[in-house]
């Protein structure tokens, strides 16, 4: 009888085993990217895995040049166009499920939050949306442009305009909890990070405010405009200047750690990533991505590519996205900055990338937005993506049933 019931235990271990095994092939296999940057301390990290080739999966014409960067939800890649309007698209497909007209041009990436989507415009407004169905739920004016990647996190909305300050709304009435003013422009995205908020400013200076209430925590000072959004890791934030310099401050204090010149022509407009140890950045218009070491500020490796780069890179597992005004999206070695490969589209490339389920989403100069990863059927499938979540369920029953019968059958022999 002992080992009748060692037998069931045996089986039911096996059941959990399998069913764990299942849940993490599951999670493996999923991926979102809901704002810029991929996520509210704007890292461009994600453990996930990218895409190995630069295969056309579709492309979606607009009818104007794309600066903002795609937001991937639910299936759903959320992008704007100069042509006004903010598209939903369905990720696998590349097939428009909705648009919805901005009002103006703009440079504003979407974020996605709790079903709905926000979004800034040149005509001085933030937008909510539903995320099905492109209906307006609310807008919220401003004194001016809305050039700022919204942040969702608590419930609020955070972004900049160009009347010099930073918006916190309400993320489902619309209706204002604070605002706080700087001295310039405020193009650059939030950051947030244990109840903080991080931002620059055209005032030449960092800020780090209470995300609940606006009091201002701590400002830092560089020797010029900033419009990279800041990146919050390890108690620490990184952020790029027009005065051709990367910063990194201490996150509680703004005390400066370290700064590196990078490039030339006095702007660096790219915003850095984050992963692993490593700082990921653009370098003004020298043409060159950077990585250096996070505590030090010292270069670990430079990629020289066509163009200056804009855009913030995704760094998914063990590689790192960016785009260049060369007309290309490179994807190179996250360790060692060599080439895996390259994209080539018709036009500058100021679209952030953005990473879900192993595709690499981006927009172009030359109107388009790009789906590129692995062709499926080009490679052969890995047991993890053969079989479902539910299959395993289905053997893992099968397995106690054998389990359970045989033990049964010695049971009765005994007897």
């Given at each position: 009888?002992?080992?009748?019931?060692?037998?069931?235990?045996?089986?039911?271990?096996?059941?959990?085993?399998?069913?764990?095994?299942?849940?993490?092939?599951?999670?493996?296999?999923?991926?979102?990217?809901?704002?810029?940057?991929?996520?509210?301390?704007?890292?461009?990290?994600?453990?996930?895995?990218?895409?190995?080739?630069?295969?056309?999966?579709?492309?979606?014409?607009?009818?104007?040049?794309?600066?903002?960067?795609?937001?991937?939800?639910?299936?759903?890649?959320?992008?704007?166009?100069?042509?006004?309007?903010?598209?939903?698209?369905?990720?696998?497909?590349?097939?428009?499920?909705?648009?919805?007209?901005?009002?103006?041009?703009?440079?504003?990436?979407?974020?996605?939050?709790?079903?709905?989507?926000?979004?800034?415009?040149?005509?001085?407004?933030?937008?909510?949306?539903?995320?099905?169905?492109?209906?307006?739920?609310?807008?919220?004016?401003?004194?001016?442009?809305?050039?700022?990647?919204?942040?969702?996190?608590?419930?609020?909305?955070?972004?900049?305009?160009?009347?010099?300050?930073?918006?916190?709304?309400?993320?489902?009435?619309?209706?204002?909890?604070?605002?706080f003013t700087t001295g310039g422009n405020v193009i650059s995205s939030v950051a947030l990070s244990n109840g903080k908020v991080y931002f620059g400013s055209y005032d030449h200076k960092i800020y780090a405010l209470d995300a609940a209430t606006g009091a201002e925590k701590w400002n830092?000072?560089?020797?010029?405009?900033?419009?990279?959004?800041?990146?919050?890791?390890?108690?620490?934030?990184?952020?790029?200047?027009?005065?051709?310099?990367?910063?990194?401050?201490?996150?509680?204090?703004?005390?400066?750690?370290?700064?590196?010149?990078?490039?030339?022509?006095?702007?660096?407009?790219?915003?850095?990533?984050?992963?692993?140890?490593?700082?990921?950045?653009?370098?003004?218009?020298?043409?060159?991505?950077?990585?250096?070491?996070?505590?030090?500020?010292?270069?670990?490796?430079?990629?020289?590519?066509?163009?200056?780069?804009?855009?913030?890179?995704?760094?998914?597992?063990?590689?790192?996205?960016?785009?260049?005004?060369?007309?290309?999206?490179?994807?190179?070695?996250?360790?060692?900055?060599?080439?895996?490969?390259?994209?080539?589209?018709?036009?500058?490339?100021?679209?952030?990338?953005?990473?879900?389920?192993?595709?690499?989403?981006?927009?172009?100069?030359?109107?388009?937005?790009?789906?590129?990863?692995?062709?499926?059927?080009?490679?052969?499938?890995?047991?993890?993506?053969?079989?479902?979540?539910?299959?395993?369920?289905?053997?893992?029953?099968?397995?106690?049933?054998?389990?359970?019968?045989?033990?049964?059958?010695?049971?009765?022999?005994?007897?």
């Open positions: 009888m002992k080992k009748f019931y060692g037998s069931v235990i045996v089986a039911i271990l096996c059941l959990l085993f399998v069913s764990s095994f299942a849940l993490t092939v599951n999670a493996q296999t999923t991926g979102s990217w809901p704002m810029f940057h991929g996520n509210m301390s704007h890292t461009g990290y994600s453990n996930g895995s990218g895409p190995s080739s630069n295969q056309t999966l579709w492309v979606f014409k607009t009818n104007g040049e794309i600066w903002s960067s795609p937001a991937v939800a639910d299936g759903i890649v959320y992008v704007a166009s100069f042509d006004k309007n903010l598209y939903a698209i369905n990720a696998t497909t590349g097939t428009e499920i909705w648009s919805y007209p901005l009002g103006g041009i703009t440079f504003s990436s979407p974020a996605v939050a709790n079903d709905l989507v926000y979004i800034g415009s040149n005509n001085n407004n933030l937008y909510s949306l539903d995320a099905s169905t492109g209906a307006l739920v609310w807008k919220y004016t401003t004194g001016n442009a809305v050039q700022s990647n919204p942040t969702v996190s608590g419930g609020i909305v955070y972004f900049g305009s160009s009347d010099d300050k930073l918006y916190a709304v309400n993320a489902v009435s619309g209706l204002s909890v604070w605002n830092f000072t560089t020797g010029s405009v900033i419009q990279s959004s800041p990146v919050v890791a390890d108690g620490n934030v990184y952020v790029g200047s027009f005065d051709n310099q990367t910063y990194a401050l201490n996150a509680e204090t703004g005390a400066l750690i370290w700064k590196v010149p990078t490039g030339y022509d006095q702007c660096v407009q790219a915003s850095p990533g984050y992963a692993n140890g490593l700082v990921y950045t653009g370098g003004s218009f020298d043409n060159n991505v950077y990585a250096f070491d996070a505590s030090t500020g010292a270069t670990k490796w430079h990629f020289t590519t066509g163009g200056g780069i804009f855009t913030a890179p995704a760094i998914v597992g063990k590689a790192e996205y960016v785009g260049s005004l060369d007309n290309r999206t490179y994807a190179l070695n996250a360790r060692t900055g060599t080439l895996i490969w390259s994209y080539q589209t018709g036009g500058n490339v100021y679209s952030s990338p953005a990473v879900a389920n192993g595709v690499l989403y981006f927009g172009s100069y030359d109107h388009n937005i790009y789906a590129v990863g692995q062709k499926p059927g080009n490679t052969a499938p890995s047991t993890s993506t053969v079989l479902s979540t539910v299959d395993y369920y289905l053997i893992a029953i099968v397995v106690l049933i054998v389990v359970i019968a045989l033990a049964i059958m010695v049971l009765r022999k005994r007897r």
